[in-house]
């Protein structure tokens, strides 16, 4: 299973047919060790990863660092699930540190993204405090990299 999983997480598209082959199954089995694997909740979706720059220039993508007050009953998970039941959130991840969570954000622009800070997620009793950074550039996502441009050569400055 782990050869199987390792090659569905580098590429989920791939044929079964190919599957088979490089793992010297037939494609039943591969089909039956993938139906397995959804059943059981391993695999949970298959999705592409887009070259946002080229598909939607203005989008935004945020990581906000949530500082939580754990509730006494459910801990950090209630406020994960709450949080993670808006849908401008991604992902969002238990950390070590100096924060709590980690919610990945989707906008089309800084004010959607500002908005969903201000009047989603900070207005949460348990939210003590958030911190937003925003995605840059991408370089390299789920193991893949993104083509990066050469820059124009620049002339010299002398004094």
Sequence with gaps: MDSLIRILRQNSAIPRADLARLLGLTEADVAAKIAKLEED????????????????????????EVRVSPEREGGFDRI????????????????????????????????????????????????????????????KENGLLHAIEEAPERLAVSP
């Design 80 to 139: 994960a699930d709450r949080i993670a039941g808006f849908e401008e959130v991604e992902s969002v991840y238990l950390m070590s540190g100096g924060y709590d969570l980690l919610v990945i954000v989707n906008g089309s622009n800084l004010r959607e993204v500002a908005s969903f800070v201000a009047a989603k997620l900070s207005t949460i009793e348990s939210v003590l405090s958030c911190a937003t950074r925003f995605r840059l550039k991408t370089y």
């Design 41 to 64: 909740g391993m695999i949970l979706g298959y999705h592409a990863v887009i070259n946002s720059e080229k598909w939607d220039a203005e989008a935004v993508t945020a990581a906000i």
